[in-house]
């Protein structure tokens, strides 16, 4: 079964930028869907953005704000964070499923998982 492991987490302040990796272990690109969720102390583990061969997925709180990327050559998968805010402060975790021609958004479909990263963004 594929690995992942998350990278790129820390503190910034509001209105900040950053990028969380995600490097899986064996080739991801038309082997798996892929996306990042988050949680946040108290709350439900949320999705923040999915890729597959459908394209894209965003949740509302982030678009036009994130961008979700990966590097085939690398197994690696990207979230770049723009315009970050106190409320995007959270664990971010990646996620993998192997029905790469779907497009899947929630958590409970996802049976692979990284460790996760903390992402702390102060006002």
């Known amino acids: 079964q594929v690995q992942l492991v998350e990278s790129g987490g820390g503190s910034v302040q509001a209105g900040g930028s950053l990028r969380l990796s995600c490097a899986a272990s064996?080739?991801?690109?038309?082997?798996?869907?892929m996306a990042w969720f988050r949680q946040a102390p108290g709350k439900e583990r949320e999705g923040v953005a999915s890729?597959?061969?459908?394209?894209?997925s965003y949740a509302d709180s982030v678009q036009g704000r994130f961008t979700i990327s990966q590097d085939n050559a690398k197994n690696t998968l990207y979230l770049q964070m723009n315009s970050l805010k106190p409320e995007d402060t959270a664990m971010y975790y990646c996620?993998?499923?192997?029905?790469?021609?779907?497009?899947?958004?929630?958590?409970?479909?996802?049976?692979?998982w990284g460790q996760g990263t903390q992402v702390t963004v102060s006002s």
């Open positions: 996620a993998a499923d192997r029905r790469w021609w779907l497009l899947l958004t929630n958590r409970n479909e996802y049976n692979y």
């Open positions: 064996e080739y991801t690109y038309s082997r798996y869907c």
């Open positions: 890729i597959g061969s459908d394209g894209t």
